[in-house]
């Protein structure tokens, strides 16, 4: 079975543009949450959706927004970039919302603001 | 808050064992292990809940302790392929779709 999957693998854009992220969960998992990981440090929680619902949000600022579709699919998007959005985006995947199941993350994505 | 991990970095040569602890100092529904190798994404390790389910690897044990609000991962008989960064990461609630990581251990195993 295909596991997490994420687009693009790696993106440079410029500071003050957009980006949108994508994911796709595994098979049959209907809750994707979203990370940010900054070179040396564990990943900070951003989002999660379940049943394309938002059930969590982290202290990140409103440029951040994202949205999770029929199929269990999500994007991420990030308006204005700063330097400091430069990072690894992490989608993980899990069964559901609620209750406690593991969480499987994607390979990320690669983001560098310059 | 985040997690406490310790130590911060540990090296090993192998079939030693090592330990990892994290700390936190809120009360914890659960604690997930995970495993990132250089340029890859985290590997799910372990899940421990409070009521002393576990669910993960076979080779890796871990314990979980509701009263300390601590967690320790136990890596035995150390193997090269161990080596990475691990990290804890906590829920507070019984939706652990929001995880809160610690800042990583890094475990070296040298033949």
């Known amino acids: 079975d295909a596991g997490v999957t994420q687009s693009p693998t790696h993106l440079i854009k410029t500071r003050g543009q957009h980006v949108t992220l994508r994911c796709s969960p595994i098979s049959g998992h209907k809750s994707v949450s979203w990370y940010q990981q900054v070179l040396g440090q564990g990943p900070q929680f951003i989002f999660q959706?379940?049943?394309?619902?938002?059930?969590g949000r982290g202290n990140f600022p409103d440029r951040f927004s994202a949205r999770q579709f029929p199929n269990y699919s999500s994007e991420l998007n990030v308006n204005a970039l700063l330097l400091g959005d430069s990072a690894l985006y992490l989608c993980?995947?899990?069964?559901?919302?609620?209750?406690?199941?593991?969480?499987?993350f994607g390979p990320g994505t690669r983001l560098t603001v310059t | 808050q985040q997690p406490v991990q310790s130590p911060q970095a540990v090296i090993l040569r192998e079939g030693e064992d090592a330990v990892i602890n994290c700390s936190s100092s809120?009360?914890?529904?659960?604690v997930h292990w995970y495993r990132q190798k250089h340029g890859e994404a985290p590997v799910f390790l372990m899940i421990?809940?409070?009521?002393?389910e576990q669910k993960g690897h076979e080779k890796i044990s871990a314990s979980f302790n509701e009263k300390k609000q601590q967690s320790s991962l136990y890596l035995t008989a150390s193997q090269l392929s161990y080596s990475g960064t691990y990290f804890c990461g906590t829920g507070r609630a019984s939706n652990t779709g929001k995880l809160i990581f610690g800042q990583g251990t890094t475990l070296q195993v040298k033949p």
């Open positions: 421990l809940l409070k009521g002393g």
């Open positions: 959706y379940y049943e394309k619902e938002e059930r």
């Open positions: 809120k009360a914890l529904y659960s």
């Open positions: 993980a995947s899990s069964l559901y919302g609620t209750g406690t199941y593991e969480q499987y």
